[in-house]
Every structure is written in C-alpha cells, then in structure tokens.
C-alpha cells in the first residue's frame, strides 16, 4: 500500500504572520513577526505644539482668521430678514424690490421675455436690444383705477379705448419717440402691421408735449383670430426728427394708411434714433371691436370661422368581419347623433 501523500501551503498574511497548514497530516505551525520603525525621526517631531504662533509658517494663518472674524460680525442679506418681522408678520417693500430689479435684471428679463413671444422677430427681423430705459404705461378706467401694461398681459379692446398715460425717466433736454404697433391684425398681409400710435420729438418725459405723427385709434382685434400682441417702442432720439414724410392726417381711420412696417420705419431713422424702451400686452376680440369697425373704420366687421371638413368615412363592406359593434351607424341617412368609437 502506497504511503499517504502530504502537500503543504504557506500564506503570509498581511506580512505579520506567516502561517503554515499540513493537509493529510497532524501538524500546524505559525510565526510571528513585528514591523521594523522607519530610520530617522518622524516628521514635524521637533515642532512645539504650545506655541504655534511663534512659528512663521503658522504664523500666516492670523491674518485669515482676523478676516473670518470679521465678515462674520458683517450684516448678511439673508439676516435681513428679521427687521422686516413684525408680530409674526413679514413685511415686504415691493416698491424698493421693484426699483432694484429694473437697476439691475429687469432689463435683461424684459428682453428674454421679449423672445419669447417673438417681438423682436417679427418687428425687428430678428435683431435685440436690451430695454434699458422702464416704459410705464396705464389705460386709465374709471377716476380711482388704471389698467397697467407690463410684458404680455392681457388688456381687453374695451380697456384700450382711450390713449393711455405714458411715463419714463429721462432728462429734461432729451428727445424721444413712442410707437404703439400690431403685428398681428393685418386682414391682407401677413408680413405688415397697423400702427396705432406714433409721437415724435417728445421732449424728456412729456408724452402729450410731443408731436403727433399718427394719433391714437383703439386695438381692434378681428373675431375669430385669437390674441393678438400690441407693442410699445420708445426710441431714444440724438437730435430732433423732421417727421414730415411720416405724418398721417388726423383723424386717420384709413387701415390702407397705416400699414406700417417697424423696420423699415427704424431703418429710415436709424442714424438719429435708438430703440431703448419696450412693453406690450396680448388683445383679442370683444363687442367694442364691433363698434371700432363700424363707427371708426366705417367698414364691415370681418369675422374668421373655422369650417370643419366633413368626416371621412371609407366604403361600406358587405361583410364587416372585426369591425367594431356600431360599424354600421357611420352610414345611417338619418342626422342622429350616434355614439361610440368608430
């Protein structure tokens, strides 16, 4: 009979045992085994640990921690707040909130907002310009309320009846000029526009000092076409225009005589204006249209319907094998309303 055959394994583990197993046998056997210390003293040994200020590389880090104390002694303006509180109750400037968007994003809000629903596109073919200077703008209701216009709100025809009151900070020795345009009520051109409103060589902020180019007729949105956008420009002026050429007779209710175009209107003055203020709000249909048509226009009211195609229905089968149950109610001569799903 053969002898039994013995095998051994040594594993070394985590270099501090060395470990031997004997299969088939009886025996076992370990070493231990301890690190030798690095040659050499430890880093930083020699360093005091009371009296780091006393070191120059320590030292450094005084500066910063006086710098950190006193920003922290600083009034932050998420703690605010508190001065605000009042018996449980946060109070809130806006007028102060307000004044510090339109200093510092609000011209750039406008002008996004302005891309978005496509002022720029359509007036402008595609080039911006950032809003520097706040138009304001109120539609005068009763003698206690006004409607404001800011960045597509919704002002009805009835509201937009009279001329509204136009305000905008500028100096005294200024010149500028404000336009009111529609680019979305042409009846014959899509690509044209109707003007509403144009002043001229207003003098600072004086709205109603300033030459009437083409005096103010009401939005009057055609029924049936949706909402359409009403666009105030305020273009800074560098000296003053002679607006002869633009000049409409007043009163004008000729829709022929304000096709209008704001490019091209702004291509012909460019080199004596720049655009630098804007607002405009979204219109659609009323009964007061019916009234502008009629009185002011002296022209029938056009109204745009939409005539649904009649519904498509393909030729009987004979034998409609895995047609629906109420297949044959698609070809009744009678009009009764059916139901179901066909």
């Known amino acids: 009979m053969a002898a039994p055959l013995i095998r051994g394994v040594t594993l070394r583990v985590r270099a501090e045992f060395r470990v031997t197993w004997i299969y088939r046998g009886f025996g076992t056997s370990a070493?231990?085994?301890?690190?030798?210390?690095?040659?050499?003293?430890?880093?930083?040994?020699?360093?005091?640990?009371?009296?780091?200020?006393?070191?120059?590389?320590?030292?450094?880090?005084?500066?910063?921690?006086?710098?950190?104390?006193?920003?922290?002694?600083?009034?932050?303006?998420?703690?605010?707040?508190?001065?605000?509180?009042?018996?449980?109750?946060?109070?809130?400037?806006?007028?102060?909130?307000?004044?510090e968007w339109e200093r510092t994003s609000g011209p750039y809000d406008i002008q996004k907002v302005a891309e978005h629903y496509g002022v720029y596109q359509d007036l402008f073919h595609g080039a911006t310009f950032v809003p520097r200077i706040v138009l304001r703008v109120q539609y005068s209701l009763d003698e206690e309320h006004s409607l404001p216009v800011h960045r597509g709100n919704v002002v009805t025809p009835f509201e937009a009846t009279s001329q509204p009151e136009v305000t905008f900070e500028a100096e005294e020795s200024s010149l500028w000029t404000l336009l009111l345009t529609n680019p979305d009520g042409h009846l014959r051109d899509n690509d044209a526009e109707y003007v509403h409103w144009i002043v001229g060589n207003i003098p600072g902020n004086a709205v109603q000092s300033g030459e009437q180019i083409c005096h103010y007729l009401p939005p009057f949105p055609a029924k049936g076409t949706g909402y359409h956008r009403f666009i105030f420009i305020l273009f800074k002026q560098e000296r003053p225009i002679d607006f002869t050429e633009d000049c409409l007779p007043s009163p004008c209710h000729s829709l022929e005589s304000r096709t209008f175009q704001t490019f091209d209107f702004y291509r012909k003055h460019q080199d004596h204006m720049t655009p630098a203020g804007l607002a405009f709000f979204q219109s659609q249909w009323d009964n007061s249209v019916t009234h502008t048509f009629h009185q002011l226009l002296n022209m029938k009211e056009p109204v745009f319907e939409y005539d649904r195609p009649p519904v498509y229905h393909p030729p009987q089968k004979k034998y409609p094998h895995g047609e629906p149950v109420r297949y044959l109610d698609r070809y009744r001569d009678s009009q009764e309303t059916t139901y179901g799903i066909y």
């Open 31 to 99: 070493t231990c085994c301890r690190r030798v210390a690095p040659l050499g003293p430890m880093p930083n040994m020699d360093i005091d640990m009371k009296n780091l200020d006393d070191l120059e590389k320590y030292r450094s880090y005084t500066r910063y921690l006086k710098v950190a104390g006193e920003e922290s002694r600083k009034v932050h303006w998420w703690k605010t707040y508190r001065q605000y509180l009042n018996q449980d109750e946060v109070s809130i400037p806006l007028d102060e909130v307000k004044a």
